[in-house]
C-alpha cells in the first residue's frame, strides 16, 4: 500500500490464512462449556463457481480426496461443498483441504466463506463462519429466514473473541441463508 492510498483512506485487505480454520477445534470446546452448542459433524466451502471442464475435474479431485462431498448451489448463484466428519478436528482438516484445492487450482478469488454447524440440546443452529477474503470468523445464528438470533451471536463473539479473530464490523457478518447444514 503506497502513501496515496493511506492519504484517500484505502486500506489493503487481509490477507487470507486458512491456517486460522485450525483454531476451530479449541474454539469448539470453549463454545460448548460457555453456550451448550455442539459441533453438529458438517462444514461447507461456498465459492462462485466457474463454468466448464476445469471445475468438474477440480471437484472430482476433492472427492478423491476427502471422500464424499455435497455438492449444492443456492439462490444467489453460489456453490457449497459439504463434509461431513464428526470429529470436529477432522472436519477442519476437510474444510482446509478444500479451500486449499480450490485455491491452488485458481479458484481463490471466487472462495467466499468456510462455515461449521453446531447445535444446541434443544436443536437451535448455529454457524462459525470464516470469511476467506478478510482472514476474520463471525457467528451466524438464523431462526428462520429472514430472521436471525442478534443476541446469541453477540453471546458467542463475546465467548470467542480470544479464540478467533471476530470480524469487528457487524455490518460483514452477512447471512448464510441455504447454507448445508444449518
Given at each position: 500500500m503506497g502513501w496515496f492510498d493511506a492519504l484517500l483512506g484505502r486500506s489493503k485487505p487481509?490477507?487470507?490464512d486458512l491456517?486460522?480454520?485450525?483454531?476451530?477445534?479449541s474454539?469448539?470446546?470453549?463454545?460448548?462449556?460457555?453456550?451448550?452448542?455442539?459441533p453438529a459433524g458438517t462444514g461447507s466451502v461456498c465459492f462462485r463457481a466457474a463454468?466448464?471442464?476445469?471445475?468438474?475435474r477440480l471437484e472430482q479431485d476433492i472427492e478423491a480426496l476427502m471422500g464424499k462431498v455435497e455438492v449444492s448451489r443456492d439462490s444467489y448463484g453460489y456453490t457449497w461443498l459439504q463434509v461431513r466428519n464428526p470429529d470436529v478436528a477432522g472436519l477442519v482438516t476437510d474444510?482446509?483441504?478444500?479451500?486449499?484445492?480450490?485455491?491452488?487450482?485458481g479458484f481463490g478469488p471466487s472462495l467466499l466463506c468456510s462455515?461449521?454447524?453446531?447445535?444446541?440440546?434443544?436443536?437451535?443452529k448455529l454457524a462459525i463462519v470464516y470469511l476467506y477474503?478478510?482472514?476474520t470468523f463471525y457467528p451466524f445464528a438464523p431462526i428462520g429466514e429472514p430472521r436471525r438470533d442478534n443476541a446469541l451471536e453477540l453471546q458467542?463473539?463475546?465467548v470467542l473473541d480470544r479464540e478467533l479473530t471476530i470480524e469487528p464490523e457487524l455490518a460483514s457478518w452477512f447471512p448464510v441463508w441455504g447454507a448445508p447444514g444449518l
Open positions: 487481509a490477507r487470507p491456517d486460522a480454520l485450525f483454531a476451530l477445534p474454539a469448539a470446546v470453549t463454545l460448548q462449556a460457555a453456550t451448550g452448542f455442539a463454468e466448464g471442464g476445469a471445475f468438474a474444510l482446509h483441504a478444500a479451500n486449499s484445492s480450490l485455491e491452488s487450482a462455515l461449521v454447524t453446531f447445535a444446541d440440546p434443544s436443536h437451535r477474503k478478510r482472514g458467542v463473539r463475546g
